[in-house]
């Protein structure tokens, strides 16, 4: 009888064993997989005013954390190499400076509402408001005077450096509404046109709505109305649709060539459903997280 016992409990044990190992290497795999990285994701969730909030997105299970809350129309977010974040609120014309915990909030009002963001490799920020204005905060820090670099001739909704190729550090600009993106030389702040509808192959009614650097330097737009993110070299040509996903929205890479991005469906009754979708450098969409009313993507890393 007791040797009876002690078999059916040493085959308790192994069936505990079992199931551990199915746990560790069976579905959650993908998931323990991120929790390895040396990566923090932080969203802007734009839900109705002034519901708007900074979250930080768990990858442990997959579930959002609120940073900051109440915001009016939070739009734009990125961090920086120190791991500082700044975001847009849209609402009371502001930006927002923060620690990735949530800490050493700044809260600046702009004279003309921010949309776009953009940090070189010095530290500088760089901020474009719906006036068509340009400005740049000297290391980032919204507590300085910013200084202004000029006026382009649309509004920018979203920026981004090219790092490779023969226009490496100048400043792209996309427009929504015009479906074009300017590339802009700094030194002498003249600017020219980069990515058109024309010549992504897209149709006229489709939208620019995000767009990113990849680590080897190219530049990823996302298609909105087509539901798809086009790939270009650093000198503008199109090389091909990256990913096929529903509405895709704001872009960001990791330093291994990871791509974060939102995307949002807008329901009749005025609500907006979507998430943020992580894609291995390969283009496979591995992992969805459900967060509605996402917009901005920011990626902190170390």
Do not use: W
């Not at 442990?60 to 847009?88: E, Q, R, Y």
């Not at 680590?215 to 539901?227: I, L, Q």
Request: proline share 5%; aromatic share 10%; hydrophobic share 40%.
């Amino acid at each position: 009888m007791r040797i009876d016992v002690q078999k059916r409990y040493v085959q308790f044990g192994i069936l505990i064993i079992i199931l551990a190992f199915t746990f560790v290497l069976g579905t959650p795999l993908k998931t323990q997989a991120l929790q390895n990285q040396t990566v923090q994701l932080f969203s802007t969730i734009q839900d109705p005013s002034p519901q708007g909030r900074v979250v930080r997105v768990d990858l442990s299970f997959l579930g959002t954390f609120p940073l900051m809350s109440n915001l009016d129309f939070p739009d734009d977010i990125l961090c920086n190499a120190n791991g500082k974040l700044f975001v847009t609120n849209i609402g009371p014309r502001e930006m927002i400076s923060m620690n990735s915990n949530g800490s050493d909030v700044f809260r600046r009002t702009m004279a003309n509402t921010p949309d776009a963001l953009a940090v070189d490799a010095s530290g500088d920020l760089f901020v474009g408001t719906r006036a068509g204005t340009i400005f740049v905060f000297p290391g980032g820090d919204l507590a300085t005077e910013p200084e202004f670099l000029g006026e382009i001739s649309f509004v920018p909704d979203v920026f981004t450096f090219l790092t490779h190729g023969p226009f490496a550090g100048d400043l792209l600009a996309l427009n929504n509404n015009f479906g074009s993106i300017l590339r802009i030389s700094l030194s002498d702040f003249s600017e020219t046109p980069f990515i058109t509808l024309n010549s992504a192959n897209v149709a006229a009614s489709d939208r620019f709505v995000g767009m990113a650097v990849n680590p080897d330097g190219h530049v990823f737009v996302s298609n909105f109305d087509a539901g798809e993110i086009l790939e270009f070299n650093p000198d503008g040509t199109l090389i091909s649709t990256y990913i096929s996903a529903q509405f895709p929205n704001q872009l960001a890479f990791d330093s291994s060539g990871a791509l974060y991005f939102t995307n949002q469906v807008f329901l009749g009754n005025g609500e907006t459903r979507g998430g943020i979708l992580i894609a291995a450098p390969d283009g496979t969409v591995t992992t969805s997280i459900r967060t509605d009313g996402s917009r901005g993507m920011a990626v902190c890393e170390g």
